[in-house]
């Protein structure tokens, strides 16, 4: 019954493709994220050889070991987690892409810690956009100030916003999430941040209402790697009794 990771990955490109035509996105205006997190660098690496070089890891410590068992491979790297400010040296100095930036000291000190040698991290601020009891996230009125922080910058490139809004089987609730999520890059976009375009939204569930919004990069998971075990079982039951 359960596909393989090539098969996977063409069925949701042929999906982004048919969902391109059918709101009238241009062709390849919608980048694939394969969210890794959890699966092995062998599955990633199984993915790449069908042809995906963009992955999405939210956790550090599993990220930089397949970071560093792939490094032969030109993939791109896409952080996506919560970002813990004592954290941020090894995402500066290991990846080209951070999605979840909802705060200045986070982007002050990866501008601080982007090794000289990399081009500029680009940076993606995530919005608040449901407004959700849920922590992560700037809310749209700040969005402005922080985005005019981020720009000033120089090891960083503001390139976009993105969002997780609540879950919700209901189109219309995914498509006036994703909206207001494009309306306020838009916004960005008319004061000047020209570099502010892309939109990282769109999840397994949800991410025909996102292309159909406007997204350019979707992050999916469960579609290609299959269902995730539950995170952390394996520490837990190895937990010496100290
Ligand atoms: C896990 C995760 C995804 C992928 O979710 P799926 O439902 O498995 O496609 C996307 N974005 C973020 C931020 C995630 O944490």
């Not at 120089?154 to 999430?177: E, F, K, Y």
């Not at 020209?194 to 209402?209: I, R």
Request: with cysteine; proline share 4%; glycine share 6%.
């Amino acid at each position: 019954m359960s596909l393989s990771i090539p098969e996977n990955l063409e069925k949701v490109r042929q999906l982004i493709s048919l969902y391109e035509v059918k709101y009238g996105r241009s062709d390849k205006a919608v980048q694939l994220i394969a969210v890794s997190k959890t699966h092995g660098a062998d599955k990633v690496k199984i993915a790449y050889q069908a042809g995906q070089k963009h992955f999405g890891e939210n956790y550090l410590q599993e990220a930089l070991e397949k970071i560093d068992a792939l490094k032969d491979l030109p993939l791109h790297w896409h952080f996506i987690g919560p970002i813990q400010s004592n954290k941020t040296r090894a995402i500066a100095e290991s990846f080209q892409w951070v999605h979840s930036v909802d705060r200045l000291k986070v982007a002050q000190r990866l501008n601080d810690q982007r090794p000289s040698s990399l081009p500029g991290l680009n940076i993606m601020l995530q919005v608040n956009i449901s407004n959700e009891d849920s922590k992560a996230g700037i809310s749209v009125d700040e969005l402005e100030a922080l985005a005019n922080a981020v720009e000033s910058l120089p090891n960083l490139v503001l390139s976009g916003l993105m969002a997780i809004p609540a879950a919700s089987n209901d189109a219309n609730i995914q498509r006036d999430n994703f909206r207001r999520l494009r309306e306020a890059r838009d916004k960005l976009l008319a004061q000047g941040l020209d570099q502010c375009q892309h939109l990282s939204m769109g999840m397994s569930n949800d991410f025909e209402a996102a292309i159909a919004e406007g997204a350019t990069m979707i992050r999916i998971g469960t579609d290609i790697f299959g269902p995730r075990e539950a995170r952390g079982y394996s520490k837990c039951v190895k937990l010496p009794q100290q």
